[in-house]
T-cell receptor
């Protein structure tokens, strides 16, 4: 069975603080793919990143970074020096070959000026 | 168009009526997905299409829900005899292929309210 758990329902930080959003997944397959999506107040889900299970290299893109650790089945997302525009609901998702995405319930991030 | 287009943006209807939701995927994308997002909930998978075929209909909540895709492009999600629990945002996504590793690109959704 596939499952994605985002234990943090809501997080509130002050602008310029760093924040980490947790994602823990469950799967029995050795080949799988992990995703992060951002859903701003406008509602559209925006694709942020994809990792495959064979690539554990961490990735940095501007203020965003992702830490993929197979040993703990986690794929955490860190925003450095948060900004008000980062306020959104963030979803972690998992898929395998030929399967639809399984989403976590999301973490609502509020960045306060 | 440049992105996934969904219409209408909002739909308010009375309980018992039928509704049709439309999705126009990104040009060239062969896979198309429908999800439902209820208030405070995550995204619930409904159905996906590879071309015009729907290999996985397991997520459809009841036989009141159906979907079709024609010409490998536009898809319509139909809900018959709507109930109040059908109120949600219905999201459509498309990807180049249905291969698991392809990112899905989402539309803005249709917010459905059943009175």
């Amino acid at each position: 069975a596939q499952k994605v758990t985002q234990a943090q329902t809501e997080i509130s930080v002050v602008e310029k603080e760093d924040v980490t959003l947790d994602c823990v997944y469950e799967t029995r397959d050795t080949t799988y793919y992990l995703f992060w999506y951002k859903q701003p107040p406008s509602g559209e889900l925006v694709f942020l990143i994809r990792r495959n299970s064979f690539d554990e290299q961490n990735e940095i893109s501007g203020r965003y970074s992702w830490n993929f650790q197979k040993s703990t089945s986690s794929f955490n997302f860190t925003i450095t020096a948060s900004q008000v525009v980062d306020s959104a609901v963030y979803f972690c998702a998992l898929s395998h070959r030929g399967t639809p995405l399984v989403f976590g319930k999301g973490t609502r991030l509020s960045v306060i000026a | 168009g440049a992105g996934v287009s969904q219409s209408p943006s909002n739909k308010v209807t009375e309980k018992g009526k039928d509704v049709e939701l439309r999705c126009d995927p990104i040009s060239g994308h062969t896979a198309l997905y429908w999800y439902r997002q209820s208030l405070g909930q995550g995204l619930e998978f409904l159905i996906y299409f590879q071309g015009n075929s729907a290999p996985d209909k397991s997520g459809l909540p009841s036989d009141r829900f159906s979907a079709e895709r024609t010409g490998g492009s536009v898809s319509t999600l139909t809900i018959q005899r709507t109930q109040q629990e059908d109120s949600a945002v219905y999201l459509c996504a498309s990807s180049l292929l249905h291969s698991g590793n392809q990112p899905q690109h989402f539309g803005d959704g249709t917010r459905l309210s059943i009175l």
